[in-house]
């Protein structure tokens, strides 16, 4: 199977409301991550985990928050959208930080 | 800020030519990756170099590392229509930052 899986795949929202995306894996990978993809800007790091409870920001953390209380789950959740958050989600694993990542394939999110 | 970039933004080949594209970055590197994704889809890891490597080969990529100059390119040797997609680098030092990509378009 895939190893890694996102959901859902597709979401539309309203301003602000809440939004939880999820990415779970069966790979039992130490490390998962929470990209968005924007035009012109390749993948920017939201959020990244390095083992249950343990998070850290990335690049692009403002409005976001995370969650992993189990090795195979890792939530994303706006806790308000915003018409800038309009875009592409990817999760990603790896066993070891910086090594090669393996992505799910992505949770397009429109907020209205 | 954005680390990789990668050049050309697009590009478009026959089939059964060799596409090169670059990538340039900014710091300090551990390592520096290579994705493809397709239209719509996740991003497939392709190729990892090292910082103390050179020159890296799996099937049809050959990927060369010059961290003097900080950059990398990615030769992919008698394209085919099916490596029609983005090509992104990745480069990490305490995180992994991404490049805007190259789209490689190969006419059948």
């Known amino acids: 199977d895939a190893g890694i899986t996102q959901s859902p795949r597709h979401k539309v929202t309203e301003t602000g409301t809440p939004v939880t995306l999820r990415c779970h894996q069966t790979?039992?990978?130490?490390?998962m991550y929470w990209y968005r993809q924007d035009p012109g800007h390749g993948l920017r790091l939201i959020h990244y985990s390095y083992g249950v409870k343990d998070t850290d920001k990335g690049e692009v953390s403002d409005g976001y928050s995370v969650s992993r209380s189990k090795t195979e789950d890792f939530l994303l959740t706006l806790e308000s959208a915003t018409s800038s958050q309009t875009s592409v989600y990817f999760c990603?694993?790896?066993?070891?930080?910086?090594?090669?990542?393996?992505f799910g394939s992505g949770t397009r999110l429109t907020v209205v | 800020s954005q680390q990789g970039e990668e050049d050309p933004q697009a590009l478009s080949i026959q089939e059964g030519e060799n596409a090169t594209m670059n990538c340039s970055y900014k710091t300090s590197i551990n390592n520096l990756q290579w994705y493809r994704q397709n239209s719509g889809r996740g991003l497939v890891h392709l190729i990892l170099?090292?910082?103390?490597?050179r020159e890296k080969h799996s099937g049809r990529l050959r990927v060369t590392l010059d961290t003097s100059k900080k950059s990398s390119s990615l030769l992919i040797t008698a394209s085919r229509a099916a490596d029609t997609a983005s090509y992104f680098c990745a480069t990490d030092l305490y995180d992994m930052r991404f490049g805007a990509g190259t789209r490689l378009t190969v006419k059948p």
């Open positions: 790979e039992n990978h130490r490390y």
């Open positions: 170099i090292r910082s103390n490597e």
């Open positions: 990603a694993i790896s066993e070891s930080l910086g090594e090669e990542k393996l």
